[in-house]
């Protein structure tokens, strides 16, 4: 269906304020817009359950370069993944510290497994996929 579409939600008084309040602080300008958001967000969800569907994110990951063998090991891995990985981005954000974030294009189950094994590898601090779309299926 194209076009706008109309529709009533009835809700509990209280949820209503609730979600008022949290409409406002995020700086949502209408109802309509933050449900609207919702329901994208719902829909990528949905993509990312897809195991065989084409998707986009980031894996962001930070870790000290002083580890022993580890730029070596993350490298390994990323060369091996050279197809899903389509850019990277490093920071040396101290003396010892650096943050990688990788673009990954691919099916979902290929990024998430490349995902937990970067996170999961020895000496990596923090890390965290960011999951979104190629924005193809969204309006
Ligand atoms: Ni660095």
């Keep these: 269906m194209s076009g706008l579409v109309r529709f009533g939600v009835s809700i509990d008084g209280q949820l209503a304020k609730k979600f008022d309040s949290l409409i406002a602080k995020k ?24 195991e065989s569907q084409e998707t986009v994110g980031t894996i962001t990951i930070v870790y000290n370069h002083h580890t022993r063998e580890l730029e070596h090991a993350l490298t390994d891995m990323q060369h091996k993944s050279f197809h899903q990985i389509i850019s990277t981005l490093h920071v040396h954000l101290d003396a010892h510290n650096c943050l990688e974030v990788l673009v990954v294009k691919g099916k979902s189950r290929e990024i998430k497994r490349i995902a937990d094994r970067l996170i999961g590898t020895r000496g990596v601090k923090h890390g965290k996929l960011t999951m979104t779309t190629t924005g193809r299926e969204l309006v």
């Design 27 to 50: 700086g949502y300008g209408s109802r309509s817009e933050a449900i609207r958001d919702m329901i994208r967000d719902s829909l990528v969800d949905q993509e990312w359950e897809a």
